[in-house]
């Protein structure tokens, strides 16, 4: 790499009411220690990038002009607590979801950036540090309509904060 660099993901970035929705999911659970992710940095992220130079962010920000996005519902239905304290709550399988985690891999290569090669798992986390929580017994799904997806910047310093780029296959 050459340059300066920029700590991207490509990901799925809530509208006002997904995420109101999940703040309230967020209030269901019970928080022992821990603290829930503050309602902006609530997103599914489709791939993490990492330290990314500004050639390469040119390039793939073109390549990812040409993904188009059907729109379609996803629900996030179930709550679950991972190893290291990790709060999330996962969606129903969808098939769409997965061709667009698919279709983005292909557009990566392109601008040689290797995807991940870890399994998608895809959720949205709630809270990290936070190896006591509890989920809620029972609460509502959330129903979120994809239509489009991000590349975002998750800018480090302080204040820590997530910085969409552009948003791409909407229209």
């Known amino acids: 790499m050459s340059g300066p660099t920029r700590r991207l993901f490509v990901g799925l970035m809530p509208d006002d009411a997904v995420r109101d929705a ?12 821990g603290r829930a992710l503050l309602a902006d940095r609530l997103h599914l992220t489709l791939h993490f990038l990492g330290e990314v130079d500004a050639t390469r962010e040119w390039a793939l920000r073109n390549a990812l002009a040409g993904v188009d ?15 290291g304290g990790i709060a999330v709550l996962r969606p129903n399988e969808h098939s769409a979801l997965h061709d667009l985690h698919a279709r ?20 949205v986390t709630l809270a ?12 509502p799904a959330v129903t979120w309509t994809v239509a489009d997806f991000a590349l975002v910047w998750s800018r480090k ?5 997530y ?3 552009e948003r791409y296959g909407s229209g």
């Open 69 to 83: 996005v059907a729109p379609f519902e996803l629900v996030l239905r179930t709550p679950d607590l991972w190893s």
């Open 128 to 139: 990290r540090n936070a190896p006591n929580a509890a989920p809620p017994e029972a609460a």
């Open 157 to 161: 310093e302080v204040p820590v904060r």
């Open 22 to 33: 999940l703040v309230s999911h967020q209030r269901r659970w019970y928080w022992a220690a």
């Open 163 to 165: 910085e969409v780029l």
């Open 104 to 123: 983005l891999a292909e557009r990566l290569l392109v601008v040689g950036i290797e995807p991940s090669r870890v399994a998608f798992n895809p959720h």
